[in-house]
């Protein structure tokens, strides 16, 4: 089984706002692969389902963004899972929006969610699917992370986010290291 978890905050309010990207990847996934019966557990939104004969459990973390680490500690340990059995998706300021980028460990690089999720799990030993988002021009990077995409940011990100999708196929189906050759 693998745990597929998507980071945003919840919310109307945060829907479609640059923070959220990871929680939009859920989305597309449990939509194209028909997860049904959504159940709240472990302070998150899961679903339970199968993409390409593997068994995955797809997460949206219901804690804000600060507090991830707290759901996804509850759910590798209620699923008995270790660090190879997770993937994260989240956003990075430090890649130009749309450029996705995989990785199979390493540190939080200034996220606060990824900061969360090492510090509960003891950890940074598991993979991450990084979105980029850009570099806030002349704003707080926390006041640019809550903001929705502008018109012109959506036509590389809408393409991006489905292409992380097929990411995440692609590390089911064949694992992290075929994933990052074909999508970093």
Known sequence: MKLIVGLGNPGRKYARTRHNVGFQVIKILADEHDFKSPKNQCQAMTARGTINQQEVILAQPLTYMNRSGRTVSCLVSRYELTGEDLLVIYDDLNL???QLRLR?????GGHNGMKSIIDRLGS???PRLRIGIGSPPGISASAYVLEPFSPQEKEVIEPALKEAARAVEVYLAEGITEAMNQFN
């Open 104 to 108: 199979r460990s390493g540190s939080s």
């Open 124 to 126: 940074d030993g598991f």
């Open 96 to 98: 130009e929006p749309g």
